[in-house]
């Protein structure tokens, strides 16, 4: 559920002072009078992040010119149902320092000392004289928190004694399809936290009392979970209950009420504990800055690059996976019959695409591979197909396109893990195509979210715009690509250009007069 336009006003008054440098934003009217507990401590030790960034405290890293407490301090302010706001952490008051100095002498805002840890805190302070119920907890590494995320979090919350924030990942990798993050897995979907939950009343001690225990469990749903019974654990780990029905049963089990809140904001799931992070982050703020200015506006050029048969001479997917195999188990060529066996239960119509390129890594990769050793193999793939394997008149196209001033787009079925190396060999840094699935460092034969393909590719290549803060309208987009699968892609874009095209893209081009090149 959205909120109304009033709210979206709040949003635009915070973008258009981040313009500035600075979000400055006037006190929001005050509606239901929660109150907002902001988790600003850290760990014991060096926070590596804020190391990183010469910060004695992860909450006081720069982000935008401002640090992360301040853009969430700010944002809650900004939120009409925020009547008042507690920072929590071990010294609270040395967080009020910088660009942060300015709550210490705030009528809202209340420095509140931790104890032990985060779920003890909490339960010490909320429903306290500084802290009454209602009460809405999150986080200071929540930079890209907004009115909106608060709004349409807290309206969802109504009615039930705790609700925990979630975003599903396809949500999420929709927007930001390279974002990493920890994904809790349930028979409806891949989650990821959004760092808010709010907690109705003194019913939810139970609940806290039981996180205090689990609170080391809290991104593994099997351990989570086995807190509440080994039958729910079960459940969790083989995937046979949702994420919402899992919550509700953990609540019944502890006698309150819960809800799982799925927003639909895929930023409320990205908080920063990593550079890599950080620089998400930077970039979606960029971004935000840019519509407001209207630089969105602006038409922008983009030249979108197929890459099997258009860019390079020969398909790209098995000539990488046998390239890898050979150099970590050449063994495995032997399973060459079964992957053939595989392409011809695809061309019979038995298995779809995306399953035969997830059982052909499976046969020729194994079931996980190291993300180092991959890495290396990928580059070395792409060096090679530099080499030889890269159609001369292709690379002076896309040197043309960059001359034009265009931004120059790559987007591919093949598969990302050798996609972004042949890519970057070419100096193309935007890259839209499939993606496999990781668990940590560890490659699996799955792919995450969509084969790019027919018309995956264009929705994958709509939703890069919309991550990008571009308008379909306020773009110009020229399309090259061999083959007839792309029709959909082809039908979107502005400019069609049929390259070396199969006997069927030949047809239809000819039919559509779309200009026809070879290259050689």
């Known amino acids: 559920m959205r909120v109304a336009d009033s709210r979206a006003g709040q949003m635009q008054q915070i973008l258009s002072s981040e313009m500035n440098g600075c979000l400055t934003v006037a006190p929001a009217q005050a509606t239901n009078g929660w109150t907002a507990v902001v988790l600003a401590g850290q760990r014991p030790g060096v926070d590596p992040l804020a190391e990183a960034f010469g910060q004695t405290h992860k909450a006081l890293v720069q982000l935008g010119g401002q640090s992360m407490l301040d853009r969430v301090l700010r944002t809650l302010l900004a939120s009409p149902s925020i009547e008042r706001i507690a920072v929590l952490a071990q010294a609270p008051d040395a967080l009020f320092v910088g660009d942060v100095a300015w709550a210490a002498k705030h009528a809202r805002i209340t420095p509140l000392a931790s104890i032990g840890g985060i779920a003890q805190s909490i339960a010490h302070v909320a429903g306290g004289v500084a802290s009454p119920w209602p009460v809405l907890v999150t986080t200071a590494d929540h930079p890209l928190l907004t009115p909106d995320i608060v709004e ?52 939810t001690d139970a609940a806290l009392t039981l996180w205090a225990a689990a609170e080391q469990d809290r991104k593994q749903a099997f351990r989570l979970f086995l807190h509440f019974g080994p039958m729910l654990a079960a459940r969790a780990i083989t995937r046979t209950i949702s994420f919402r029905a899992a919550i509700s049963a953990a609540a019944y089990r502890l006698g309150v ?58 398909p790209t997917y098995t000539a990488f996976l046998v390239f890898a195999a050979l150099r970590l188990s050449p063994w495995r060529l032997l399973l060459a019959p079964a992957v053939l066996g595989c392409m011809l239960a695809y061309l019979a119509g038995l298995i779809t695409r995306r ?8 046969l020729l990769l194994g079931r996980i591979v190291p993300r180092r050793k991959i890495t290396i193999l990928a580059r070395r793939f792409a060096e090679r197909i530099g080499r030889n394997g890269i159609y001369t008149a292709g690379i002076a196209q896309i040197n043309q396109e ?58 994958m290549l709509a939703a890069y715009l919309a991550a990008n803060c571009l308008s379909r309208a306020q773009t110009d987009i020229r399309f090259f690509s061999d083959h007839v699968s792309d029709l959909p892609t082809f039908e979107w874009v502005d400019e069609p250009i049929a390259v070396n095209p199969s006997r069927k893209l030949r047809r239809l081009a000819s039919y559509r007069r779309w200009p026809i090149v070879l290259w050689r």
């Open 152 to 203: 349409s979090f807290l309206a969802q919350a109504d009615d039930t004694d705790i609700a925990v924030g979630a975003v599903e990942r396809k949500t999420v990798l929709a927007r930001f399809p390279a974002s990493k993050r920890t994904w809790l897995k349930f028979a409806d979907g891949a989650y990821s936290g959004a760092n808010l939950f709010a907690l109705r009343n003194a019913r």
């Open 257 to 314: 009420t819960a809800r799982l809140v799925a927003l639909d904001m895929p930023e409320a799931a990205i908080d920063v504990d990593k550079p890599s992070d950080h620089q998400l982050a930077e970039t979606i703020l960029r971004q935000r800055v840019a519509v407001v200015a209207g630089q969105a506006s602006a038409h922008t050029r983009l030249s979108i690059f197929d890459l099997d048969r258009t860019l390079t001479r020969k």
């Open 355 to 362: 399953r035969v390129k997830e059982l052909e890594q499976q």
């Open 402 to 459: 960059r001359a034009e001033g265009r931004r120059v787009i790559m987007a591919s079925a093949a598969n990302s893990v050798y996609l972004d190396a042949i890519a970057a060999h070419l100096g193309i840094d935007e890259v839209v195509g499939t993606r496999s699935l990781w668990n940590d460092d560890l490659l699996l034969p799955t792919i995450d979210g969509e084969n790019c393909y027919g018309r995956a590719k264009r929705d």
